[in-house]
């Protein structure tokens, strides 16, 4: 019969092993994203929107109480919102939310939540913090986002930032995206007869002879970067 340290070694290589394999497939990802970010930069034009239209917030244990009173202020007066996350490049945890609110009125503001260089849960400027996720995430609310916030908030919840489930409406554009995108494809003569053109207008029709799509497999969930670049032509930096 194996000994137990033999096991132990066993199960401890297994570990080692499948950690190696994570980063590695890791590192490769990094590396074609990093390919497709430089090909559409030196392709397309760059995605833009005037400076004049928003205001870039960043929150952290630095942050001055009156500069999250201002937001807080912002944030109970604004209903729609879009939110986004990045993860660090090399330990993969979630690192930053990025909140972009949606008001009737510009300038928006977007904010920019360092998760690892928050302040202590203790402190005033916590509090201030915790309120200004409970407006975001309030009934009534509308946040949009490219992935599901359930998955990507998850490992955010132990840091008592907010309570989830959110009380807000959560639409996840990124599902809805292949179905509309399917259907604005537009119409073309090549394979289709000019005679059924009424008829396939009022279709769920969609062009099969062009490079309209970067996936093979139609399930595949698109990138954001992706979505602009073949709606809009646009290079969206993801660096």
Not at 112 to 130: G, Q, R, V
Not at 188 to 196: D, F, N, R
Request: with cysteine; aromatic share 12%; glycine share 2%.
């Amino acid at each position: 019969m194996p000994s137990h340290t033999s096991s132990s070694s066993y199960t401890s290589t297994n570990s080692n092993r499948d950690s190696s394999s994570k980063s590695q497939n890791r590192h490769r990802r990094h590396v074609r994203l990093e390919e497709q970010n430089n090909h559409y930069r030196r392709n397309y034009r760059p995605f833009t929107i005037p400076s004049s239209f928003y205001n870039i917030v960043h929150v952290h244990r630095f942050t001055s109480i009156d500069t999250i009173s201002t937001l807080i202020n912002h944030f109970e007066s604004c209903y729609r919102y879009s939110i986004d996350t990045e993860s660090d490049r090399f330990t993969n945890e979630l690192s930053l939310i990025q909140v972009h609110s949606i008001p009737q009125h510009l300038p928006s503001f977007i904010v920019l939540f360092e998760l690892n260089h928050l302040p202590s849960s203790n402190t005033l400027l916590f509090e201030k913090i915790n309120l200004l996720f409970r407006f975001l995430f309030r009934l009534g609310n509308t946040i949009f986002s490219w992935g599901s916030m359930n998955t990507e908030l998850q490992s955010v919840i132990r840091m008592n930032l907010f309570t989830w489930p959110s009380l807000a409406l959560l639409i996840n554009l990124q599902d809805a995206f292949p179905g509309w995108y399917s259907r604005a494809q537009p119409f073309c003569k090549v394979c289709c007869p000019v005679q059924l053109l009424f008829t396939v207008m009022s279709s769920n029709y969609s062009c099969t002879c062009s490079n309209a799509s970067p996936y093979v497999n139609p399930g595949e969930k698109w990138s954001l970067q992706n979505a602009i670049r073949y709606t809009a032509n646009l290079f969206l930096d993801k660096s």
